[in-house]
């Protein structure tokens, strides 16, 4: 089952200093922190604050080519969580033929925020990171689980969506 989230924010670990995308769920209080590279981040930031820039980013490029073949995209869905390592998939849509590409959940987010469609997680994903969680280094995952459950508004800085 596919739970529908939303970028909540974006904003450093305290504890590793890499940036994190934060995905939260629609319906519910589910939170989904994502760690992510300095670049990946600094795309989607740019278009978090709807920065333009002089020359087309990556994620700009494949939305102007995607509209240029016709091809939408209906959603984008982080479908795997193994090794430590989050999986995504792209779902393409030309000429009534869906297809999807594997894709880094950071390029799918990014790509997301770009053509405005849906971002989904599967249960799956979410039951095993809870539990990734758990099984890990109690002391500072718990600490910094109880950070990120008790984000508010002005903790996410301008990022905030």
Not at 89 to 116: F, Q
Not at 140 to 158: F, H, M, P, S, Y
Request: aromatic share 4%.
């Amino acid at each position: 089952m596919e739970v529908e989230m939303k970028i909540r924010g974006l904003m450093m670990d305290p504890v590793t200093n890499m940036p994190i995308v934060i995905l939260k769920d629609v319906d519910g209080n589910n939170i989904l922190p994502i760690w992510v590279g300095i670049y990946e981040a600094n795309a989607i930031a740019l278009e978090i604050e709807k920065v333009s820039t002089p020359r087309p980013m990556t994620h700009d490029l494949i939305k102007t080519l995607l509209l240029g073949l016709s091809t939408g995209v209906k959603k984008v869905v982080v479908n795997e969580l193994r090794d430590d390592t989050f999986y995504a998939l792209i779902w393409l849509e030309r000429d009534g033929d869906i297809i999807s590409v594997d894709s880094r959940p950071s390029d799918a987010l990014a790509l997301a925020l770009r053509v405005d469609c849906p971002i989904f997680v599967e249960d799956s994903v979410l039951k095993s990171s809870k539990a990734a969680t758990a099984a890990s280094d109690k002391v500072q995952n718990e600490e910094l689980r109880r950070w990120l459950e008790n984000l508010n508004d002005e903790d996410l800085g301008r990022y905030k969506m």
